[in-house]
């Protein structure tokens, strides 16, 4: 039987490096938010002038805070010989999975297919004076928004690719953090 490719949706991210990691945890912790299925205390967090929802789990923080410093490593890669890396671009995905039985020949077994993915495609702007640096802050505030409202906005319409709910474990769907999924394969950019 042949899998169909999981929808992927693509949000695109802009911060300084001031603010990126704690943007792009927003942005993870919006989008478990939603789609994390144990039950939750809700929480929220002020970044930007804007709510932003977060996910109280001390294994999930953990996850999202390897993930992101591993991003930020990897976007803010500097040489030996004190030159910056030319790269000031990241990408880092979340893939939730539904566990399915596999029949074999004699035996059955897990295995673990990709329903839903989310890219972050992380751009860093470095301004380099106060009104740059003003023009960025707008930005970064306006991008935050509209991919909060992106992310609020898909999880409510995009619901029928959601596999049923058919086993008693705390959190039915696994996930992970990728970083870089493209450019290493699916399950090779995990940290």
């Not at 939750?40 to 805070?65: C, G, Q």
């Not at 906005?153 to 049923?164: A, G, L, Q, S």
């Amino acid at each position: 039987m042949e899998q169909r490719r999981p929808p992927e949706y693509i949000l695109e991210v802009f911060a300084d490096p001031a603010c990126v990691q704690d943007v792009v945890k927003a942005i993870l912790h919006t989008i478990f938010f939603h789609r994390f299925f144990p039950s939750i205390r809700p929480k929220s967090r002020d970044l930007l002038d804007i709510t932003l929802p977060v996910v109280d789990n001390a294994e999930l923080e953990t996850l999202i805070e390897q993930r992101t410093n591993a991003l930020i490593r990897q976007i803010d890669d500097t040489h030996a010989d004190g030159y910056r890396s030319s790269s000031t671009r990241g990408h880092i995905a979340v893939q939730f999975f539904e566990k399915r039985r596999r029949k074999a020949w004699f035996s059955k077994q897990d295995e673990e297919i990709c329903w839903e993915q989310w890219t972050l495609d992380v751009t860093l702007a470095t301004p380099r004076t106060e009104s740059e640096r003003v023009k960025v802050r707008r930005a970064m505030e306006m991008m935050l928004q509209k991919t909060a409202i992106k992310i609020i906005t898909t999880v409510n319409r995009e619901v029928d690719h959601i596999p049923p709910i058919t086993t008693s474990e705390s959190n039915p769907f696994p996930y992970q953090i990728v970083i870089n999924p493209r450019d290493e394969g699916w399950r090779m950019g995990i940290f």
